[in-house]
C-alpha cells in the first residue's frame, strides 16, 4: 500500500492555504488506496476535524517548525517509530513538504531518509532545493529560475493545481446574469490582518438594494465579533463563519478574494472576481491572473481606498462582456486535472518501454485476466493458462508480432502494448495494470509504442485499433495520440466497435536521402 506523509502547518499568521490545498492531493491519494498521515501543527479545532473527517491519520506538533525538535520528530514519524500507518514496508513512500518555513537542510534530511519528496514552492524563496519533485502550482511558475538537485522534476503552472474533492464534483455549468446581483467576499482562513473589516466597510457604502453580499470568516479568522458589529441590519450583506465554499462560489456572480489558493477554485468555477494582495507571496499571483484576463487587481492591501473598491465593484457588476471574459480565461487556466498529473509523476515518472520476454508470461496472464480487460475485449471469457502460454510463444516467434512492457521509474511494470502486422497493416492492443489506471496514461503509452515500433519497421505503416464503443478512456486515449476513427467501415468484431487508424512512418524511411 502506498504511504503519503504531509508535512505542513496552519496558524493565523500563516494562513490555513497550505494545509487545505495538501488535503486535495490527500483525497486523490486515498482514492487509488493509498494511506495518508498529516504531520501538522494547527490550532484551529475546525481545521483539525475536517482532517481527522477525511479518514487521514493525524500526528499534531507542538511547535513550529523551525524548532530544533521539529525535523527530528517528523523524521521518527515516517519511519514507522510514532505511525503505525509507516510500517508496512511495501508501496511508495512519499512525504510532502508545503510551507516556507521548511529549509533546504529540511529536505536534505528527509531524503537522506530514504523517502521520495514532494516539495510545494509559490515564490522561489530558497537560494536550492533538495527534493525529487518540485511543485508551484501558480501562474508565472515558468519565470522562476529554481535551483534543484540534477534529477529533479518540476511541475510548474496552473495545469497543476491541486483542487479538493468537493470542488471537482459540485461544478456545474454557469451561465452569467446580465447584471451580478450575488458577490462574495473572502481574505482567506484566517485574515489576520482583518482586510475583510476593510471591504465590508467599503460595501456598507453602496447604495444599491439589488446586490446581495455574502461575507466569509475562514475558520482560522480571529476578528469575528468585530465584523458581526459591522454588519449592516440591511438584509442584503451576510457574514458566514462556517462556509460550504463549492455552494457559495456556484452562487456567486461575482467574488471579491485574496490571492491565495480560492483564485484557483474561482477559475475553476468560472467565477469572475477581483483580487486583493493580502501577502507577499500573492503578488505574482495577482498580476498574472490579471495579465491572463482572468481576474481584476485590487492592488496591495496597504493601498485600499474604500471608494475605488465600490467603484471597481459597480463597474463590473454592470459589465457583462468584461465579466465573460474574465470567466473565459479563468476556465482556461484551471481544467481540475492537477492532482491527476501530480500522482501521475509520484508514481509513474518518465515511462519506458522494454520488450516483453518469456519472463513476463505469468504478468501479461494476470492482466489479459482482469476483470475489466475482458470486459473490453472482443471475447469476454476467461483465458486458461494453457491457452495464455500457447498463444504468447507463438507472439515471440512471431517476426510480425511486437509485444512490450512499458515500466515507470523504477522499473514496475504498469502496461503492455501490443503491435501485429496483418492485411497490410498493424494491429494495436494495449492494457494497463488496474493500480496505474485513472491517471490519462492511455495516451503516453501509446505515443512511447508508436514510438518504439517505429524503429522496427522499414516502411510508413498503417496503424489500427479496434475498441468497444463503450471504452471511453481508450477512445480518449487514442484521438489525443493522434488517431482519427474510421467512418463508414463495419469492424471485424461487430458494430459495438470503433476502428481508429494513424500513418505512421518508420526511421528508416525519414533516413532515406
Known amino acids: 500500500m502506498n504511504h503519503l506523509f504531509i508535512r505542513s502547518d496552519a496558524t493565523p499568521a500563516m494562513g490555513t492555504g497550505h494545509v487545505m490545498r495538501c488535503l486535495a492531493l490527500a483525497q486523490a491519494w486515498k482514492k487509488r488506496g493509498g494511506t495518508v498521515t498529516f504531520i501538522t501543527h494547527c490550532p484551529s479545532p475546525s481545521i483539525l476535524k475536517r482532517i481527522g473527517s477525511e479518514g487521514f491519520c493525524l500526528i499534531q506538533m507542538?511547535?513550529?517548525?523551525?524548532?530544533a525538535q521539529d525535523?527530528?520528530?517528523?523524521?521518527?514519524i515516517i519511519q514507522g517509530k510514532q505511525s503505525p500507518l509507516s510500517q508496512d514496508s511495501e508501496g511508495y513512500k512519499w512525504v510532502v513538504l508545503d510551507g516556507y518555513h521548511f529549509t533546504s537542510d529540511y529536505q536534505k534530511a528527509i531524503m537522506e531518509s530514504g523517502f521520495k519528496l514532494l516539495v510545494i514552492d509559490d515564490y522561489n524563496h530558497l537560494d536550492h532545493y533538495n527534493t525529487d519533485i518540485l511543485l508551484n502550482q501558480n501562474i508565472g511558475a515558468h519565470h522562476f529560475n529554481y535551483s534543484c538537485l540534477p534529477g529533479t522534476e518540476k511541475l510548474l503552472g496552473t495545469k497543476f493545481v491541486m483542487?479538493?474533492?468537493?470542488?471537482?464534483?459540485?461544478?456545474?455549468?454557469?451561465?452569467?446574469?446580465?447584471?451580478?446581483?450575488?458577490?462574495?467576499?473572502?481574505?482567506?482562513?484566517?485574515?489576520?490582518?482583518?482586510?475583510?473589516?476593510?471591504?465590508?466597510?467599503a460595501v456598507n457604502q453602496i447604495d444599491d438594494p439589488e446586490l446581495n453580499f455574502r461575507i466569509i470568516a475562514g475558520p482560522g479568522n480571529p476578528h469575528i465579533t468585530t465584523l458581526k458589529a459591522a454588519i449592516q441590519s440591511n438584509g442584503h450583506t451576510h457574514l458566514i463563519d462556517h462556509a460550504d465554499m463549492p455552494e457559495l462560489m456556484g452562487w456567486a456572480d461575482l467574488c471579491i478574494t485574496a490571492g491565495g489558493s480560492t483564485c484557483?477554485?474561482?477559475?475553476?468555477?468560472?467565477?469572475?472576481?477581483?483580487?486583493?494582495?493580502?501577502?507577499?507571496?500573492?503578488?505574482?499571483?495577482?498580476?498574472?491572473?490579471?495579465?491572463?484576463?482572468?481576474?481584476?487587481?485590487?492592488?496591495?492591501?496597504?493601498?485600499?481606498?474604500?471608494?475605488?473598491?465600490?467603484?471597481?465593484?459597480?463597474?463590473?457588476?454592470?459589465?457583462?462582456?468584461?465579466?465573460?471574459?474574465?470567466?473565459?480565461?479563468?476556465?482556461?487556466?484551471?481544467?481540475?486535472?492537477?492532482?491527476k498529473?501530480?500522482?501521475?509523476?509520484?508514481?509513474?515518472?518518465?515511462?519506458?518501454?522494454?520488450?516483453?520476454?518469456?519472463?513476463?508470461?505469468?504478468?501479461?496472464?494476470?492482466?489479459?485476466?482482469?476483470?475489466?480487460?475482458?470486459?473490453?475485449?472482443?471475447?469476454?471469457?476467461?483465458?486458461?493458462?494453457?491457452?495464455?502460454?500457447?498463444?504468447?510463444?507463438?507472439?515471440?516467434?512471431?517476426?510480425?508480432s511486437w509485444v512490450f512492457i512499458a515500466e515507470n521509474n523504477i522499473g514496475e511494470p504498469i502496461g503492455q502494448i501490443r503491435f501485429e502486422g496483418r492485411d497490410g497493416c498493424v494491429k494495436i492492443s494495449y492494457s494497463l495494470d488496474k493500480r496505474f489506471r485513472?491517471?490519462?496514461?492511455?495516451?503516453?503509452?501509446?505515443?512511447?509504442?508508436?514510438?518504439?515500433?517505429?524503429?522496427?519497421?522499414?516502411?510508413?505503416?498503417?496503424?489500427?485499433?479496434f475498441i468497444k464503443k463503450d471504452n471511453i478512456a481508450s477512445k480518449m486515449s487514442f484521438e489525443k495520440a493522434g488517431f482519427t476513427s474510421i467512418k463508414n467501415q463495419a469492424p471485424e468484431n461487430g458494430s459495438d466497435h470503433i476502428a481508429y487508424q494513424l500513418e505512421l512512418s518508420s526511421l528508416a524511411s525519414q533516413e532515406k536521402p
Not at 275 to 280: F, G, K, P, R, S
Open 62 to 67: 507542538e511547535e513550529i517548525c523551525p524548532s
Open 71 to 76: 525535523i527530528q520528530k517528523t523524521l521518527k
Open 163 to 201: 483542487l479538493r474533492s468537493e470542488f471537482l464534483s459540485a461544478k456545474k455549468t454557469r451561465t452569467l446574469p446580465q447584471k451580478a446581483k450575488s458577490i462574495l467576499v473572502t481574505m482567506g482562513g484566517s485574515d489576520p490582518d482583518n482586510i475583510t473589516l476593510q471591504i465590508l466597510q
Open 264 to 339: 484557483w477554485e474561482l477559475c475553476f468555477f468560472g467565477v469572475p472576481f477581483l483580487v486583493l494582495i493580502i501577502a507577499e507571496n500573492q503578488l505574482n499571483t495577482a498580476l498574472g491572473l490579471a495579465h491572463a484576463g482572468a481576474a481584476i487587481n485590487l492592488g496591495k492591501k496597504e493601498s485600499l481606498i474604500p471608494h475605488e473598491i465600490n467603484h471597481c465593484i459597480l463597474a463590473t457588476v454592470n459589465d457583462i462582456k468584461t465579466r465573460q471574459g474574465l470567466k473565459k480565461s479563468g476556465v482556461n487556466l484551471v481544467d481540475g486535472k492537477g492532482t
Open 341 to 400: 498529473r501530480i500522482i501521475r509523476q509520484m508514481l509513474v515518472g518518465k515511462m519506458m518501454m522494454r520488450p516483453a520476454g518469456f519472463r513476463d508470461a505469468e504478468l501479461l496472464f494476470k492482466w489479459a485476466n482482469d476483470k475489466e480487460v475482458r470486459s473490453f475485449s472482443f471475447n469476454a471469457d476467461p483465458i486458461s493458462w494453457e491457452e495464455h502460454l500457447e498463444w504468447f510463444s507463438h507472439k515471440l516467434k512471431d517476426k510480425n
Open 438 to 465: 485513472g491517471l490519462g496514461l492511455g495516451k503516453n503509452l501509446l505515443e512511447l509504442g508508436l514510438q518504439t515500433i517505429r524503429t522496427k519497421l522499414q516502411n510508413p505503416c498503417l496503424m489500427q485499433g
